[in-house]
């Protein structure tokens, strides 16, 4: 319960000692992988903060909560971190069908102000009117993932696009966004095919390769989890279907790799069709500034997921995509901490945020953020695997030949 | 010795009547439990297009179909709806739930109709679907498909516990209709022994005093049988002259 006194200096999940933020995400089912890297890429970065002295003094804490990658539980987890554990602000949530269901709560409390930073998805509804004054965005969109695979396919000749998505607003989200681009070269999708939210890699996807192939598509964007888009892609060089398969940075691209390999075959064999849009840079990348320092916090904290939170066996990866996303959403919120100063208010947290113009987070990319600008970063990379890892792809005429 | 034929047609009818009661009103039940939860059905599916289709406007016109599939998928959770999709003017799926695709049916149907259709898909079951123009049509329209088989299997749940009360009833009302035939039949029978037992001249049983002394029909019967034999008590309490015989 909020204290009197904290109602009356508007110190909502700010103490002299700490700083509370909430984080709803999925540590259980077979998206299990989001949350658990996302979590252990910020809390890399927030450890090395508390360790060197907080800020201002005070140590960030994250109250963590599993939603399990659905929506109903992360309302209530929500409703739980705004009004029961009153956090200072809501951080690090995964998954789109999750936050789309939060973001009217998020205006229905818009007088307490708690802001929802860096959510783990690309999707369009934080990002615009009614609710996209409520979040601040750190990667890149969907629409600019989706568009970017678009153009490069087009570009190499492959004009018929088919899209293989999640049957919930995520999904849809993608799908728009490839229907966008093709719309705007004058193409249309050449076929679709979704699955159900929570689908197992063990679960069969041989329709959804059946209709897409029945549609002779050139390719096929993926906008799914991990789990899911492992199975697609099992199943469609099974079925034959051996046209290049694109994934979202959304998939997780590590889980999705070590699912295929798990299969106990030439992991080659279901990995030579996958192309991977990404939100940060390749964390084998050691010229970036950013992604040294990752490493190399990665490597002495390796943070685990709290005990309470596992109730499957999960095996974290020494470094991720989403890790390092992770990684820098919470070394830019430290940062919007900081420029609140000594008597952090949720007041002054917005006139923060907006501070931040031309900012070096080390990754190459300068952020900015403004009334008008409320996703930081822009650049969206694309990877391939060779030798069964995630490479940069910088030759698209090349691989596609 | 027993009543047995004199009640045998009064049994017969009560259960006649009561079978026809029963029946006619089951009948009516159905009819009516039927025809209204149906009716509800359709009207719950048509709300729900309209409630939809009203409220896709703006996030159609803002392009936001994360949002308005967001919204599909919450109402697609209440019982008895199926799947929902939303067609855009020019007869574009701008979004549903079906999974793993749209089915040729739904394909190769009128985009704009709003009008109830019956549907049977093959692999997903027989549904009524129902339409709602978004922005007079100008927009695009939503379909709610209704599970059939699941609203029949409601309803004959429905139907069933109410037939089921009706038929606790009938039971009820026949055994009791059985125990007051019985009760009312009971005196007649020993009022039967004792005239017979008069007509063979042999001594009265114990229960003669029980029936002489009945302030009813069968009482002024037993007094009559008694005045007529000549056999008239000592006692004179039991009225036995033909005057006290009402």
Redesign the interface.
Known sequence: MVSAQEMETGFEGATDDEIVLGMSAAFSGPSRGLGSELYRGAMAYFNHVNDNGGVAGRKITLKLYDDGYQ?DPCVRNTMKLMLEDNVFLLFGYVG??TV??VLPLLKKFQDEQVYLFFPFTG???QR??PYGDFAFNLRASYRQETAGLVNNFLAAGKRRIGVFYQ???????G??GVR?ALDRHGERLAG?????RGSRFTGSMR??VE?LKSNSPDAVICIGSYAACAAFARDAVDRDLRVPIANLSFVGSENMLQLLSDLGEDVETYSRYLVNSQVVPSYEDTSIPAVREYRELMERYDPAVPEELVQESYSPFPQSFVSLEGFLDAKLMTEILRRLGGSPDRDGLEEAVFSVDNYDLGIGERVSFGPDRRQGLQTVYYTVVQEGRFVTLEDWQGWLS | MKIQKLFQRTRFGIFLLFGVIVLCTSALCIYTVDTQLTAEYETNSQNIAKSIADSSVDILLNRNLATLQSMIDQFVEIQGIRYIYITSENGEYLAHTFVPGIPEEILASDHASTEPVERSIPGLGDFLEVGSPILAGVAGTVHVGMDQDEVALKIQRAIGQQVILICIFLVVGVLASIWLVNLAAKPLAELLAYAVNIADDKEPETTADDLLGRDDEVGDLARLFRHISGKAPDSGASGASPENVR
Do not use: F, K, M, N
């Open positions: 929506p789109t069908p789309t269901r999707a369009q509804p615009e009117p049957a919930d607003a995520y999904g849809r989200s799908w728009a966008a679709e095919a979704t699955y159900r329709e959804q209709i």
